[in-house]
């Protein structure tokens, strides 16, 4: 429980800091910053559905549900993280989306690790 609330609150950071950040660090304009901000948004939404097809496939081959689990949520704390250790030095606007949206689809894809079971 502990852990999840770290992933949704990092998550929740970084989606709501990345516009300031590119106005600071790139001076961009609003119009250009609101487009930008989209792109890490849309990468979760694909991960998270590639993530549930991943989980649905292993789990049809017979792996263990708490496998499952655990593989994807490592994953999603492993890649969540790492990309945002390299943001700070980021030389453009594009690698800086480009690294947030990696860290955001991979957290996205971590929601197969906390799904719940039906009883």
């Known amino acids: 429980m502990l852990a999840h609330f770290c992933s949704n609150f ?6 709501l800091w990345l516009p300031t950040y ?3 660090t790139f001076s961009l304009t609003l119009a250009r910053i609101g487009a ?4 890490p948004w849309v990468a979760t ?5 590639a993530g549930g097809w991943a989980a649905d496939t292993m789990r049809r081959r017979g792996v263990r549900v708490e496998l499952i689990r655990k ?5 999603a704390f492993l890649g969540g993280g790492l990309p945002l250790l390299a943001i ?5 606007p594009g690698a800086a989306i480009a690294l947030a949206s990696i860290s955001a689809a991979c957290s ?4 197969r690790g906390v799904r719940r079971e039906s009883s």
């Not at 939404?45 to 559905?49: M, R, V």
Request: glycine share 16%; net charge neutral; charged share 5%.
């Open 10 to 15: 990092g998550f929740n950071i970084l989606l």
């Open 22 to 24: 590119l106005d600071k």
């Open 36 to 39: 930008l901000s989209i792109i």
């Open 45 to 49: 939404f694909a991960a998270s559905n």
């Open 71 to 75: 593989l994807m949520q490592g994953l």
């Open 88 to 92: 700070p030095h980021a030389a453009t």
């Open 108 to 111: 996205g894809g971590g929601y």
